[in-house]
């Protein structure tokens, strides 16, 4: 079972790029909405609640600079909407998965990998709602790449095994 949905660190960003305008008129730049959301973004309430950051930006009614101090529970309710899309779509993808996978998948566990696994409490947010549990992967930057490097490597291998195959037997 696969599901794929255009929602990620990007949409996040624009989910806090926004909140900034709604709630106090302010013109934040992706790259500082991205910086908000590695430094205090969650996706569950946690130790991480405490923390506050500074929303620079423009502001919109008199066109100068201003700063803003926000929470992250402000930053994670304004992320919610991204938030709640990845873990419907997990939820909905494991009751289309099989028994047996599922089977499996309760006993391993899912695990999480990407930029988005790096967001604070993600991995619980999606346990609660799975009733499973939740794993980030080793290095969830690069493991995808890596391992579809190893798949790569893997084919390469299985092809001139099948071509060697091929050749040297002989014909039945």
């Not at 494991?94 to 599922?102: G, S």
């Not at 988005?116 to 346990?127: K, P, T």
């Not at 709602?129 to 299985?158: F, K, N, W, Y």
Request: charged residues 25%; hydrophobic residues 40%.
């Amino acid at each position: 079972m696969s599901r794929s949905i255009r929602i990620g660190g990007d949409e996040m960003d624009q989910d806090i790029v926004n909140f900034a305008r709604r709630e106090y008129n302010l013109l934040l730049g992706e790259r500082t909405a991205e910086d908000i959301k590695v430094a205090i973004g969650s996706a569950y309430p946690g130790e991480w609640d405490q923390q506050r950051v500074n929303l620079r930006g423009r502001d919109l009614l008199t066109g100068l600079p201003r700063s803003v101090e926000v929470g992250a529970d402000q930053i994670r309710e304004a992320i919610e909407p991204s938030v709640a899309q990845i873990v419907d779509t997990i939820r909905d993808t494991i009751e289309e998965t099989p028994p047996e996978l599922v089977a499996d998948i309760m006993d391993q566990g899912i695990v999480i990998a990407g930029g988005g696994a790096l967001l604070a409490g993600l991995d619980r947010r999606v346990a609660e709602a799975t009733q499973m549990p939740v794993h980030i992967a080793d290095d969830p930057l690069t493991c995808v790449a890596r391992g579809t490097g190893i798949v790569l490597q893997e084919m390469a291998s299985m092809e001139r095994v099948l071509v060697t195959e091929t050749y040297i037997r002989p014909p039945r």
